[in-house]
């Protein structure tokens, strides 16, 4: 077994420290048909790594800088390459935005041996997420501090087009030669993006030479989920109460809000003067004909507000592999998508005096079923406009949904 192989393995057990919540159960539902399922349940399967207890194992949830910090040196302890008393604060080093104690050893240590470095503004920003320049920087400088790779400044071959004024470049190049990180298939390495756990899934089975084991399919090809529907237009005329319709739908579905009615929920939304992080801006019940306010309020905020009722999360950014499998599992997705699936397009709003570019045709509607074999998605649409007295439901064919979902990836689920 090479040195490089005998380094990297127990760096494997401590991403299931810092990466999972270790709870035994099935194979979770959103690797079933996930691109990376099989290298991430290679791993759950050899107690490598672990999925979270609502049953998911979250392989598009990014990992920060600081998880990053505590990862290595717990590697390096493990590996005898540095000893406890290695670790300590050192009240010499400020580091302004670093207060989280628990993290605050590893940080100084990898900041002191010039392993991380702070980001151009001087900061450290623990909490934000390793991007894969800053992945490739950070395990080439900690494998040529501890001398567990050779040459280096081998760079030969490297086909990536946009790192050429990356301060990574060299790392990225020489990790790439070896075959510990990838690119994309338009030759671009995508730099600024952050490493998600599939990405860090996918890098260690690489490395650890693990048998592949393929995730056992347990959800079905076909769910449409029971939903009792609901107008924002008739009865209650809540011409811009999408949003809020849409998750008084969903939370019925799964048995919550039962003696809520849509006046009551929608009226109780927080609100805003201005900005939709905040609150929903303006009224759900009168649409702002002058279109200098972004009537809408966005995921997390109102995630928060549907947690007061049932089991909602906010699941913006989640690939389209994820939300198929929450769908199959029988949980419905609250998707911000465009009114009648237009191509989206955008105009210029004030947001607490600043002027932000933002989507126009939002429109915001309940996905409650899947067809895997035919990539169709069934949708329960609150704006029955045309036909107040029936339902709005119909199936939606895949390539149009994951466009304009793909094209913000902001949605709420109920389990």
Not at 18 to 27: C, D, G, I
Not at 94 to 99: E, S, T, W
Not at 244 to 267: D, H, I, P, R
Request: hydrophobic residues 35%.
């Amino acid at each position: 077994m090479s040195r490089l192989l005998i380094a990297i393995l127990p760096v494997i057990l401590v991403f299931t420290l810092l990466l999972s919540t270790v709870v035994a159960f099935a194979v979770p539902r959103d690797i079933q048909f996930h691109w990376a399922g099989t290298a991430i349940n290679t791993l759950i399967e050899n107690k490598v790594m672990s999925g979270y207890d609502d049953g998911r194992f979250k392989p598009s949830k990014s990992i920060t800088r600081e998880e990053a910090c505590v990862l290595l040196t717990r590697f390096a302890l493990e590996q005898g390459l540095i000893q406890a008393s290695d670790l300590y604060i050192d009240e010499n080093i400020i580091l302004a935005d670093v207060h989280n104690t628990w993290s605050l050893e590893s940080i100084q240590y990898m900041y002191r041996n010039n392993i991380m470095g702070t980001c151009p503004d001087g900061t450290f920003q623990p909490n934000n997420a390793l991007t894969r320049e800053s992945m490739g920087d950070l395990f080439y400088k900690f494998y040529k501090h501890f001398g567990l790779l050779t040459d280096y400044a081998q760079t030969s071959n490297c086909p990536f087009t946009d790192i050429e004024n990356s301060y990574a470049r060299t790392a990225i190049c020489y990790l790439y030669s070896q075959g510990i990180i990838h690119g994309y298939e338009d030759n671009t390495y995508r730099p600024e993006k952050s490493v998600s756990r599939a990405e860090i899934a996918t890098i260690i089975f690489q490395i650890s030479h693990l048998d592949a084991i393929a995730p056992a399919i347990t959800l079905p090809d076909y769910k449409v989920i029971n939903v009792p529907y609901i107008s924002q237009i008739y009865p209650v005329s809540a011409i811009v109460g999408c949003e809020g319709t849409s998750l008084l739908m969903g939370l019925k579905a799964k048995g919550y809000a039962q003696g809520v009615g849509l006046l009551e929920f929608l009226n109780n939304l927080p609100r805003d003067s201005s900005n939709p992080a905040k609150g929903f801006v303006g009224s759900p019940f009168a649409a702002d004909l002058t279109k200098k306010t972004r009537t809408t309020i966005y995921p997390p905020v109102l995630a928060a507000y549907g947690e007061k009722y049932g089991n909602v999360d906010d699941f913006s950014g989640s690939t389209i592999d994820e939300l198929q499998a929450e769908l199959l599992d029988g949980n419905p997705v609250v998707v911000y998508a465009t009114m009648h699936w237009e191509k989206p397009f955008y105009r210029y709003y004030y947001i607490e005096g600043t002027r932000q570019r933002l989507l126009s045709n939002n429109h915001v509607i309940l996905a409650c079923g899947y067809d895997k074999k035919t990539n169709m998605y069934y949708i329960s649409d609150p704006y029955n406009i045309a036909d107040t007295s029936k339902e709005y439901k119909y199936w939606q064919d895949g390539n149009t949904f994951e466009r304009i979902y793909n094209e913000r990836k902001q949605a709420l689920v109920i389990q």
